[in-house]
């Protein structure tokens, strides 16, 4: 490689070839580990690996962000059985923002999911989830033509606010792919038994959890229980609801029922009204959470702690909060 092609390397490469480094150096991983975490060819594996050699980051240490992003990764992979972790660099303006980190991961979600869906069969079905991240993530997601995928949410779809049915997930993803969406036709919790109940016997509501229910792949998001939380900003959950669920000790809101610290349902009225599939649904499914923002270390980690997640995207700030939580 020669030395004007150094200075014009992409930022995409640059961050694959640091982490293959650290992978291969400090991880101690073989080419075709190193291969199969980045989802490259062992071909492109042993390339980037040269290619971090040129440009000078192979030292005593590996230098830049994404090594130590890489680092975080294996450390997350290895104390949660993940299938795959990809911790995401933020600019520098960016660690105090309130809704930092939404662009980047996101765009690296959105690369992520990219690959899953070119591996999935004829016919799959994919539960979709909740929340600014995903938002941020198919808003991000190239055009792939998929006309035989399924997306189905998994939640009850219905909002207050109509600007926010019209940032539902499913829509933006069916538009990216050619796709067919189904919505769940209901709201996120019902006020009490009674309405769970009727709305649950519903015969549309019962083919919409059918879908999900059969999904070979759910990406969701992974919700904190703060003043901006997206379900109560749109409407789905009240002041009321959220006080009580942090009264409850719950920390997480996750695939429409709300966990403590120790990835627990809190024993709160609230978690018996949800309007969805149910954790029993998606265990030993393949499921990819996606979250970015300000302040969800401890949501993160209940999420973890919970044993249902298989895959994980997030910032680097936010994952150097949540191993700080971890250490103490």
Excluded at 4 to 27: C, F, M, N, P, V
Excluded at 123 to 137: E, F, V, W
Excluded at 215 to 222: C, E, H, M, Q
Excluded at 245 to 269: E, T
Aim: aromatic residues 6%.
């Amino acid at each position: 490689m020669n030395e004007k092609h150094d200075k014009h390397i992409d930022s995409e490469q640059l961050d694959l070839a640091t982490r293959a480094a650290w992978l291969s150096y400090i991880g101690g991983y073989t080419q075709g580990e190193v291969a199969k975490r980045l989802q490259v060819s062992p071909v492109k594996a042993h390339r980037l690996i040269q290619q971090a050699h040129q440009l000078g980051m192979v030292k005593i240490f590996i230098e830049g962000s994404a090594g130590n992003c890489a680092a975080m990764e294996d450390t997350l992979i290895e104390r949660f059985g993940l299938q795959s972790c990809l911790i995401v660099p933020l600019a520098e303006d960016a660690h105090d923002n309130e809704l930092r980190g939404f662009n980047e991961v996101g765009s690296a979600a959105a690369g992520v999911f990219h690959k899953l869906l070119k591996k999935l069969p004829n016919g799959s079905r994919i539960g979709i989830g909740k929340g600014r991240s995903l938002i941020a993530m198919a808003e991000r997601l190239p055009s792939i033509t998929r006309s035989d995928l399924v997306f189905a949410s998994v939640s009850g779809s219905f909002t207050r606010k109509f600007s926010a049915n019209r940032l539902d997930v499913v829509h933006a993803l069916v538009e990216r792919t050619g796709g067919e969406g189904y919505f769940m036709p209901m709201p996120y919790i019902a006020k009490d038994d009674q309405e769970r109940d009727m709305l649950m016997a519903q015969p549309s509501v019962q083919d919409s959890l059918q879908l999900a229910r059969e999904a070979d792949l759910y990406v969701i998001g992974i919700g904190a229980l703060k003043n901006n939380h997206y379900l109560n900003s749109v409407g789905l959950v009240n002041d009321e609801d959220l006080e009580e669920l942090r009264q409850a000790g719950a920390v997480c809101d996750l695939l429409g029922s709300f966990y403590d610290l120790q990835g627990k349902p809190v024993d709160s009225p609230i978690n018996h009204h949800a309007l969805g599939i149910s954790a029993s649904d998606v265990e030993g499914k393949r499921v990819m959470a996606v979250a970015a923002g300000l302040g969800k270390e401890y949501a993160i980690l209940a999420a973890l702690r919970s044993q249902l997640l298989t895959d994980l995207v997030m910032d680097e700030a936010t994952a150097q909060a949540l191993l700080a939580i971890k250490e103490a």
